[in-house]
Structures are given as C-alpha cells and as structure tokens.
C-alpha cells in the first residue's frame, strides 16, 4: 500500500551526515570515539553511574538477565502486555516468564498483582514502561526488597522519560533503553544498559565484549560475546541525542494537536499520563470501539496504523505456559480496543488534521 501519513519517521538533518563521514574519513567504524562520546552522554542524561553499549533493545534485556545471574529453573514476572522481546529475553537465558495484567487506565503493570505471582523459583520483577511514561516504580522496589528479588527495567521506549525524578532504567538493579528506528532517538538498531551496581557492570563488561574486559587482548578469563555497537551507529546517536529537546517539543506538540482536534469525539478513549512520570509520546495511543474497522478505514485513507500489543499469554510461542484467558481481562481489552497513531517528527499540523478528520468521518458514517 502506498501511504500518505507513515507511522514512523526518523528525525534526521545534516547533523547524523556530518557525523557519519567523519568516522569513516577517520577509519572508526567499530567501537571508537564517537562509541565513548556517545556513552557518555548517555550516563550524563540519564545519570547512571555505569552503562555499556548493546546491539539492540532484545539483546540488551538478555545481557541484563545474564549480569544478573539469570538461568534455567528461575522465574521472571513480567507485564502480559509488552512487545514479545521482553518475555523472549526471559526465555533464552532458560528461564521462564510469569505474566501479569496490567491497569486499565495507564496500560503499565498492575503492581498489585505481582506479590501473587511470586514462587520459590522467582529471580527477578521486569517492569516495562509503556508508551513513554514510566511504570509506578515505588511499589515495586518495595515488592522486590520484601523477596529479595532484581528489578531489570525495560525501558526500551523511556529515553527521556522521568520517574519521580530519576530516569527510567536507573531505579532497578540494571536497565535498557533501545535506539531501534521508532524509538524517541534512534540509531537504526542499538541499545544501552544501564546499572549503578559495579559489581553487575563488571559483568556486562564481560559478557558484551567477548569474555574479556576490554578489546585488545586474546587472553579471555571467562566466556562472553560480541553484543557491540559500531561507532557508525554512535555517530548518529550523538546527533540524536543533540537534538533530544526538538524532539521532545515536536511530538508533545503533536499529541496536544491530537487531544484538541478529537476531543469533541466521545468514541476516543486517550491513555491516561499519570503525575508521578514525565511523559515524552511514543505515539498516540488511544482506545476505540470498532476497531478493526477503523484501522482498515484509515488504512484506504493512506494512514499507516497500528494495533496495541498482542498479549504474551496469547502467543503462539508460549502456549506450552497454558495461561488462562480469563488471569489478563485488561491485556486482552487493551488488544481488541487499542490503536496507536503517528507523532513522529516529520508530521505537520494539516497531517494531524487529516488524521483526525478522517477518524470523525468514520465514526460519523458509522
């Protein structure tokens, strides 16, 4: 189909050109200047006092899982609805994910279902904070230090994002972001962990980089991988990350032009933003009746869509759990009634009109 309104779109300039031919005129396309620069950044915003570079957001969840001494026979609680990576990270270190629901108005995971979930076998909580905004933090350190568990936060939409002051992936034990090409920056693929323990960075360090603390060397005291970014990819993540405040303004702009044009439709249903998160839109998700409907409506109209997330439970690749339908009504509601639309950058305002306008119409001839 040929669209006129892409769901995502990069916010690129001549900044991430400037900073791509620079590394190639220098010779540094694996880990080099732009990989330290660019690392540091990172630390600086997020205020992290350690953090390593990965491939990729799933990668990196399994990096975190593995610092933490994740493995077969343990258990990691995990929110029904969230992309399929965060359970499949769970999964490949043997482990088994434990599902969830999550609460009605905020789509986050429902901190009062947690303790419930909790067994013998149970390592660690990963939180995910959907939707950029973050997940209510308190209740579950509080959960996690009355069992002794970690808490690995997937923050893999959460750059930018605030908890009560502290910066999503920093209020666990160990934490991810993702620059996957929809995320608020972007680096094509890539990811960063996140930890204030040196004891888990020490480990990371080993893990990410082939067994070793540092390239360099042939001596490998334990075993490890390759889980590095090329400095191609932080060229542009620099860059990105300069323009962090633009890309903010944008798209909560954007979302304010969302809330007005279709605030007189009562079928829309907006995703509540609760007061203890900064809030920083990763698209405009929102609950409507009829909506496969809708999105096919939307589609003929040249406006790329997309549904909410498929819940966990019900994924062909985990029916070996034989979870319950009836243990995650919020999840499946979020499924049947959740739409995300487009607030990336490179829209304007008639964009959002047409969107909008086009979302009334529907409803209207219904």
Not at 343 to 362: A, P, V
């Amino acid at each position: 189909m040929s669209y006129k309104i892409f769901q995502i779109q990069p916010y690129f300039d001549h900044s991430e050109i400037k900073n791509l031919k620079k590394a190639i005129k220098t010779g540094w396309v694996t880990e080099g200047p732009f990989s330290g620069e660019f690392l540091d950044m990172l630390k600086t915003f997020t205020g992290a006092k350690y953090a390593v570079l990965a491939n990729n957001g799933t990668l990196a969840l399994f990096l975190s899982l593995l610092a933490i001494d994740v493995k077969e026979g343990d258990e990691v609680i995990v929110p029904d609805f969230t992309f399929n990576a965060s359970a499949a990270s769970i999964a490949f270190t043997g482990a088994k994910p434990v599902f969830v629901d999550i609460s009605p108005d905020d789509l986050q995971i429902d901190t009062t279902k947690i303790e419930n979930a909790i067994t013998e076998n149970t390592r660690a909580i990963m939180p995910v904070h959907i939707y950029g905004q973050s997940c209510d933090m308190d209740p579950v350190m509080e959960i996690a230090g009355k069992h002794h568990l970690k808490v690995v936060e997937d923050a893999a939409q959460g750059f930018g994002v605030f908890y009560k002051g502290r910066h999503t992936g920093t209020i666990g034990d160990v934490g991810m972001i993702s620059f996957f090409a929809d995320k608020t920056i972007t680096t094509g693929e890539g990811a960063v962990v996140l930890t204030d323990n040196e004891d888990i960075f020490n480990k990371l360090k080993m893990l990410r980089n082939q067994g070793r603390p540092s390239s360099g060397t042939f001596i490998h005291p334990e075993l490890g991988m390759n889980f590095r970014m090329t400095d191609l990819q932080c060229a542009v993540g620099v860059a990105q990350t300069k323009k962090f405040k633009t890309i903010e303004k944008i798209k909560a702009r954007n979302h304010r032009l969302y809330e007005e044009y279709l605030k007189e439709l009562p079928e829309i249903e907006f995703i509540k933003i609760n007061d203890f998160s900064t809030f920083v839109p990763f698209r405009v998700n929102v609950k409507v009746p009829g909506l496969e409907e809708l999105i096919d409506y939307l589609e003929k109209q040249g406006i790329q869509t997309r549904r909410m997330f498929y819940p966990l439970h019900r994924q062909p690749c985990f029916s070996h759990l034989n979870y319950k339908e009836d243990d995650f009504p919020v999840a499946r509601e979020a499924y049947q009634k959740g739409m995300s639309l487009p607030i990336h950058c490179g829209l304007r305002k008639d964009d959002i009109r047409y969107i909008c306008s086009s979302i009334k119409d529907f409803y209207a001839k219904k």
